[in-house]
């Protein structure tokens, strides 16, 4: 028995010994540094981040899946600038609309039933963009099913640095959503807007289907650096 008491004791320490020792060593799986959420490098985070960095506002009419960009935070919109980010997105084309860029693909700019292309018989703009974000796209959408009326469901919560910027209450007529983004970008030239298709509809039915998959992406070119567009639209 003493012997065998003996013979524990000293595979208990050494079993201590070896923990200890273990606890010493650094690990050979190192965690990931936990470092800031850097937006995803496709075209939408790079529109943003070149409408933020050079403070002009931007409506981004774009398809999935987005072309893969690099991060270009700090980099400017500038002609330049936009036409490299061209060459690296087949299918896409930019113009300036008064103080505004518009990127767009040109499929889905062409498209019969892209609702951006449908006529608002009569359109009142709202007190600030806030609210125009948390309407619009409802209304907007609307028009494939020929609801031409003002108001209807809200997209989302409201955003703080969007109530700032107040808008001079109008009445536009017989513009489509596109003219009216194009109006209140250059009333209020602080703002993006980022809409990422599923696909470019090919029918009507098929646009109303997945009309409801459709992502609309708003924000301050005040804001700081956040990721938009991160998760593709639903096909529905």
């Given at each position: ?94 113009k300036m609309e008064g103080k505004a860029v518009h990127f767009y693909n040109k499929k889905l700019r062409q498209a019969r039933f892209n609702f951006l292309n ?119």
């Open positions: 028995m003493p012997r065998l008491f003996s013979f524990l004791l000293i595979a208990t320490l050494l079993s201590c010994a070896c923990v200890a020792a273990a606890q010493g060593q650094p690990s050979t799986h190192h965690p990931r540094p936990q470092g800031p959420n850097l937006p995803p490098k496709d075209l939408a985070n790079a529109l943003v981040q070149m409408a933020r960095a050079a403070h002009i506002p931007l409506i981004a009419e774009l398809v999935w899946p987005l072309p893969t960009i690099p991060t270009a935070e700090g980099v400017p919109l500038t002609p330049d600038k936009l036409n490299e980010l061209v060459k690296q997105s087949p299918g896409y084309e930019w449908f006529k608002i018989p009569r359109f009142t703009i709202p007190p600030d963009i806030s609210t125009l974000e948390l309407w619009f796209p409802g209304q907007a959408e609307g028009l494939l099913q020929g609801y031409t009326a003002q108001g209807g469901a809200t997209t989302g919560w409201g955003d703080a640095l969007l109530e700032k910027e107040k808008l001079q209450r109008d009445t536009l007529e017989n513009d489509t959503p596109l003219e009216v983004l194009i109006h209140v970008a250059n009333e209020s030239p602080t703002f993006y807007v980022a809409i990422v298709f599923p696909r470019v509809p090919p029918t009507k039915d098929a646009a109303i289907e997945m009309k409801q998959g459709v992502v609309w992406q708003w924000g301050s070119l005040n804001e700081k650096l956040r990721a938009v567009g991160v998760q593709p639209p639903q096909d529905k």
